[in-house]
């Protein structure tokens, strides 16, 4: 059996948005983050569930915030006006993006402004430059955390370090179904369920950013053991263990640490304290390389320097 990964950029909107704003050099895009995980309260209205539930379709970051808060969300897809409404009562700036006839189109909203700009390849990075400095007065107050703990921290951290050698890049909070690839077998119960983190080829090495594998992030001992939680867990595993998916998954362990299970390796599973990132670093590395080759979705590795 082959898996095939899951491209996370497929269309020409998608491309303009990672083009033009993966430039920034103090930040950085995540891609299909689930949108309810943008709100510091995640919101309760029955009739925006299903729109909550699925991912605008990036989130630009700062490099230098733990938190990984919203600076500017891109939509790609027509969002409803409830949708729109919660970006502006929440003050979290977002752009509307699309290209047609070779001319990019930003459409750009804050609370009591918009404004929308048509640009060709002359007036890009004015446009560029113009919105980032639109959304930067904007308050951190009511943006979610789209690193939520010292695991994720320390994991994004211990990927980051080997990142360029390997060409991947991380995303955070994406709805499993966009990490796996929506295919017939994949069961409805968790193809919006959210991955706390994926890995993917960045859009420079592979221009589709191809998903080299989630991480499932748990460090609450009781979500580990709640019934419903069980359940989509195991029906998440069986998944990925009949389609030969690569997957991590990182639970509460023993003595205050976290223990690391890989979905294709026959290695014991392994247990490390949150904060050890030299050991993270090895760990992981050794399984986005074996994951890198499963998918055969990115570069050949380098060798390591001497």
């Not at 704003?21 to 895009?29: C, G, I, K, P, Q």
């Not at 107050?141 to 320390?154: A, C, S, Y």
């Not at 050698?165 to 409805?188: I, K, Q």
Request: charged residues 25%; contains cysteine; hydrophobic residues 40%.
């Amino acid at each position: 059996m082959t898996y095939q990964p899951n491209r996370l950029i497929l269309e020409s909107g998608h491309r303009l948005v990672v083009e033009h704003f993966a430039r920034t050099s103090d930040m950085r895009l995540t891609l299909r983050p689930a949108r309810k995980r943008l709100f510091s309260q995640e919101p309760k209205l029955p009739s925006l569930q299903v729109e909550l539930n699925k991912p605008a379709f990036a989130a630009m970051v700062p490099e230098g915030d733990p938190d990984g808060k919203p600076y500017l969300v891109f939509e790609t897809d027509p969002v409803s006006a409830g949708i729109r409404d919660l970006y502006r009562n929440a003050d979290i700036p977002f752009i509307e993006a699309d290209q047609a006839g070779g001319r990019g189109m930003l459409r750009f909203e804050r609370p009591g402004f918009s404004a929308k700009l048509q640009f060709d390849d002359r007036g890009d990075a004015t446009a560029v430059e113009s919105i980032l400095r639109w959304a930067e007065t904007s308050s951190a107050q009511n943006k979610g955390k789209l690193i939520r703990n010292e695991v994720e921290r320390t994991i994004a951290s211990a990927i980051k370090s080997f990142a360029d050698e390997l060409g991947l890049a991380t995303h955070h909070h994406v709805p499993f179904g966009y990490a796996a690839g929506y295919r017939p077998d994949l069961p409805r119960t968790i193809a919006r369920h959210t991955i706390e983190m994926a890995v993917s080829i960045r859009p420079e090495v592979n221009v589709g950013a191809p998903v080299v594998m989630p991480i499932r992030v748990e460090v609450d001992f009781d979500s580990v053991g709640d019934p419903e939680n069980v359940e989509r867990d195991e029906c998440v595993a069986d998944f990925v263990c009949s389609v030969g998916m690569p997957m991590a998954a990182i639970q509460p362990g023993d003595n205050g640490k976290f223990r690391l299970t890989y979905s294709l390796a026959d290695s014991e599973d392994m247990q490390l304290k949150s904060d050890d990132l030299k050991g993270w670093r090895g760990v992981m590395k050794d399984i986005c390389s074996h994951a890198l080759e499963v998918t055969n979705a990115g570069l050949t590795l380098s060798p390591e320097p001497t």
